[in-house]
């Protein structure tokens, strides 16, 4: 059974947008995470928590890289082999992960 998709939009102290993703992102709901950060558009920089996400399969990322310039993504180490593998680590910043290969092994 699948975990539902959540979104919920909330704001930084310093103002950034955030919205906080729980669930599972597939092709069955990436229409919605697509639909809420476009929404998000002409706010600037956009802060994507898919810290709490289990499961990302290749709709959402598509959704992620069509947004990749004006997000920061928050990660579980989870995600961070689909994020590292599929590329997008070198589109955007992604907080939770390292940002090289080896970094977690010299902290």
Do not use: K, Q
């Not at 102290?13 to 929404?39: C, F, H, K, Q, W």
Request: no cysteine; aromatic share 2%; glycine share 8%.
């Amino acid at each position: 059974m699948t975990t539902p998709l959540t979104l919920v939009a909330s704001e930084r102290s310093d103002g950034t947008p955030v919205i906080a993703v729980t669930g599972e992102i597939d092709m069955s709901n990436a229409g919605d995470l697509d639909d809420a950060l476009t929404r998000s558009t002409g706010h600037g920089l956009l802060l994507v928590d898919l810290s709490a996400v289990d499961y990302l399969d290749s709709a959402g990322l598509t959704v992620l890289f069509s947004h990749a310039p004006r997000i920061t993504l928050r990660a579980n180490p989870l995600l961070a082999p689909v994020l590292t593998i599929s590329g997008l680590t070198e589109l955007t910043t992604i907080e939770g992960i390292p940002s090289h290969p080896g970094d977690h092994e010299r902290a």
